[in-house]
């Protein structure tokens, strides 16, 4: 066993990380603040104040400690409920309700998210337009810019977009977290092939209905942002639906597995994620010299993606969100983050230091309005 | 052979970089263009449709959508007709509507904005009921559903 690549260590000194921090400090400045700072609003000037230089000290503390997931998990975790707070806060400013009516499908001022994509598609491919009551262009929430994130992060992060991007991971990655051990160890990973028929089911149902039916019908998520109406036995089925697959796949079953259910075993977009990272230059590497097989890695691993067998060929599945958490069990940087072509063991830092940057930078700036809009709520409720 | 293709993978990797660099201030371009595309619109189902004709009243303008009847790949046999009532809206609402323009009167519809309540009658064999009946933003609108032969 080759013991030299153990001394490419992800740490940093304290000026080599602050180094690296300093083009994500102006970067994230620019974009956080327009590139015209306005400090006239003090509650806003705060918030701004807060999360630029608390997302630049998790970037500094993932260079200067070696830890990727134990930061990236902190803002992907507040990204999560700040935009639920930012959602439903809107909602009830500008319907007294968290629930949408009538009026709101009748003048398309449904909010999109990334999760109608895959329901989108064959529609839009056969009848040449989106089967979703939303706004193409400007308001919130619109559909063509959600799109385009979603395409340019898919392209470049391919399922890291699960780990670094997607604004409802946060919530099963939180709970996932919150026992220290797993009550439940044995978990057939056979069922992280779930999404895939999710995806198929949902795609041809909404294509056959012209209804966006995971969003109608099975949307754990529809219970922390907005949902119909309860108006009749139907809304009160699928209210019933929403809260318990939150319940089981969000918050129960994470918490007793310390896996990302929710994400491994239903969401569709994951599994049109999960084959983008095919194509995606950032990948997951197994220096199979500095390997010991002690397949603590495997254990972290809250997306299914690793496995033993894959461990001894020096192989992770598809399925691997790029969240670092097994880079931060592994005591030998066995795993890392890589580059598609370079091989396994090579350019460990390099392959780290760029994937960081893409990714954290996506993070960054797309959680910080809605990080930003939250702090500044609350610091107008306490002062 | 490894060399041609660590540089392509590397090359890769800076253009992900590069495009996650353009991505957020070119945000607003980017999805313009992107929403000027023939599938950027959204399906009449939702939108309610084109509007086929309207009407004025006073304050008040009715507009009468064309009928949707959309489906996959082929219309479909049931469908609607989306009637809006624009600008000031009068508490009582009552309009005898010839969504096809054929000169015979399809239904009637009564809304009581105040109350709120909405019905329609049918007058032609094509059409069945009232759908979605809601105060807007803009005033009131109403689907109508309709089934394509009598």
Not at chain 1, 120 to 144: E, N, W, Y
């Amino acid at each position: 066993m080759d013991n030299s690549s153990i001394a490419v260590s992800p740490k940093k000194t304290f000026g080599k990380a602050l180094l690296y921090t300093l083009p994500m400090f102006l970067v994230t400045f620019m974009f956080i603040t327009g590139g015209k700072p306005d400090f006239s609003d003090p509650a806003r000037t705060v918030a701004i104040l807060v999360t630029f230089f608390g997302m630049n000290l998790l970037y500094f503390l993932m260079h200067y400690s070696g830890k990727t997931d134990r930061y990236r998990a902190i803002i992907f975790v507040i990204f999560a409920l700040t935009l639920s707070f930012t959602l439903i806060r809107n909602m009830i400013l500008i319907r007294n309700s968290m629930s949408f009516s009538q009026a709101d499908i009748l003048e398309c001022k449904i909010p999109f998210c990334h999760l109608v994509i895959p329901m989108m598609i064959l529609p839009a491919a056969l009848t040449k337009s989106i089967i979703f009551p939303g706004t193409i262009l400007g308001g919130f929430a619109d559909i063509a810019s959600m799109v385009v994130l979603w395409l340019a992060a898919t392209v470049v992060l391919g399922r890291g977009f699960c780990s670094w991007g997607c604004f409802y991971g946060g919530w099963d990655d939180g709970f996932s977290r919150l026992r220290k051990k797993p009550l439940v160890k044995k978990i057939s990973d056979s069922w992280k092939w779930m999404p895939f028929a999710v995806l198929l089911l949902v795609a041809l149902t909404a294509a056959l209905t012209m209804i966006p039916t995971y969003c109608n019908w099975i949307c754990p998520f529809k219970a922390v942002t907005e949902f119909e109406k309860v108006t009749n036995v139907e809304s009160a089925v699928k209210a019933g639906v929403f809260i318990s697959l939150f319940g089981g796949l969000v918050v129960a079953l994470p918490v007793v597995t310390r896996k990302r259910t929710q994400c491994s075993f239903l969401c569709p977009m994951g599994a049109i994620s999960t084959l983008s990272n095919r194509i995606t230059p950032f990948t997951m590497k197994i220096d199979t010299n500095a390997c010991t097989q002690c397949f603590k890695c495997v254990d972290s691993c809250p997306m299914f993606a690793l496995t033993r067998e894959g461990i001894k060929e020096g192989t992770v599945s598809m399925f691997c969100s790029k969240c670092g958490k097994c880079m931060d069990s592994c005591s030998r940087n066995a795993i890392h983050f890589g580059i598609r072509g370079v091989p396994a063991g090579t350019r460990k830092n390099f392959s780290r230091n760029l994937f960081l940057f893409v990714s954290f930078l996506f993070m960054a700036v797309f959680s910080s309005q809605p990080i930003v809009f939250t702090l500044n709520s609350l610091y107008n409720l306490i002062f | 052979m490894n060399k041609i293709k660590t540089t392509a993978g590397i090359t890769w990797a800076f253009l992900g970089l590069i495009l996650m660099i353009i991505l957020f201030p070119g945000l607003s371009g980017f999805s313009k263009s992107f929403g000027t595309l023939p599938f950027m619109k959204i399906n009449p189902r939702y939108s309610g449709g084109e509007v086929a004709f309207t009407q004025s009243a006073g304050a008040c303008t009715l507009a009468v959508h064309k009928p949707v009847f959309n489906g996959l790949v082929r219309d479909r046999n049931t469908g609607f007709v989306q009637v809006d009532w624009r600008g000031k809206i009068p508490d009582q609402i009552r309009d005898t509507i010839d969504y096809d323009n054929d000169n015979v009167p399809d239904f009637v519809i009564a809304v009581d904005t105040k109350k709120p309540a909405s019905d329609c009658c049918p007058l032609s064999g094509r059409v069945t009921g009232l759908g979605i009946s809601s105060r807007t933003s803009f005033g009131w609108a109403a689907r109508i559903n309709l089934r394509k032969t009598p």
